[in-house]
């Protein structure tokens, strides 16, 4: 890891039962570390809803290999570890359609947080968005230097319910506030203060960095480890409820579907308050 991760794969029996070969990320497995990277590098790796689902798809793949210890999760190319939602994806004719949206969103953070093994999330870039609640809800998030951080949905109307739970624990209610209203983001310094992310590194040595923290955790105790694992995330579930009840409604407002419009037509929106 201590370059870009590569395509080779070691396939475990259940890889060799479904597909491995994805369109939106790059799955290796090598040793007892998995990686999963967000491979959609024109897009500065924007999360659609293929990405989710395949994301959560490779998941489901570590969570039943024995031999899997640890997992990374990181980004391609030099720019963006995530630069957030994908906005192509956020047009909705109903209840049905951004409710199946908002289940595979879900789906894919839940399976992050409950699979046994620890999430590293290697931030080697732009942190946005969605990016940036990966790194909230990743067990560890190491950051090069070059990493910057920020929620900015509040500039086309999307509300992170997600992320207002999951960050309150993290950054705190005054932080996490900041970050939602004002639509700023951080470097990767303040981002460390704040507790996004545990460590800081030069970019070049970012995955040098993951690599042997994740041979560290794989070469503990497997059943200490995934102890305290669960141990970390109790309780956390009922957030996605939260997210069930009102992500699919919250992604039909008008001033979201203004929001949309104007970021792809690079205007200022014109927001109605509905």
């Given at each position: 890891m201590s370059e870009q991760p590569a395509l080779r794969r070691r396939k475990s029996a259940k890889q060799h039962q479904g597909h491995t070969d994805y369109e939106t990320i790059l799955f290796e497995v090598k040793g007892h570390v998995a990686t999963v990277t967000m491979n959609r590098p024109h897009k500065h790796n924007a999360c659609n809803l293929k990405m989710f689902q395949e994301i959560d798809h490779a998941l489901s793949l570590v969570e039943d290999d024995q031999n899997i210890r640890v997992v990374v999760i990181t980004g391609a190319g030099d720019r963006a570890f995530s630069a957030g939602v994908d906005f192509g994806d956020l047009e909705f004719e109903g209840m049905k359609e951004s409710t199946d949206y908002v289940n595979s969103d879900a789906r894919m953070f839940r399976r992050i947080e409950n699979i046994p093994q620890p999430v590293i999330a290697a931030v080697n870039g732009y942190a946005y968005g969605y990016g940036c609640k990966i790194a909230i809800v990743s067990d560890i998030a190491i950051a090069s230097d070059k990493a910057r951080f920020g929620l900015q949905g509040i500039k086309v109307g999307a509300v992170h319910v997600i992320t207002l739970g999951r960050g309150r624990g993290v950054l705190g209610r005054g932080r996490l506030a900041y970050l939602l209203f004002s639509g700023e983001t951080i470097?990767?310094?303040?981002?460390?203060?704040?507790?996004?992310?545990?460590?800081?590194?030069?970019?070049?040595?970012?995955?040098?960095?993951?690599?042997?923290?994740?041979?560290?955790?794989?070469?503990?105790?497997?059943?200490?480890?995934?102890?305290?694992?669960?141990?970390?995330?109790?309780?956390?579930?009922?957030?996605?409820?939260?997210?069930?009840?009102?992500?699919?409604?919250?992604?039909?407002m008008e001033d979201l579907k203004e929001g949309r419009r104007a970021f792809l037509e690079k205007r200022k929106p014109k927001f109605r308050g509905r």
């Open positions: 470097d990767a310094r303040k981002a460390e203060d704040w507790g996004i992310v545990a460590k800081v590194v030069p970019h070049n040595k970012l995955y040098a960095e993951v690599e042997s923290l994740a041979q560290t955790i794989a070469q503990h105790p497997v059943l200490a480890v995934r102890a305290t694992k669960k141990m970390l995330h109790r309780g956390h579930d009922d957030d996605y409820r939260w997210e069930d009840l009102l992500s699919p409604g919250l992604l039909l």
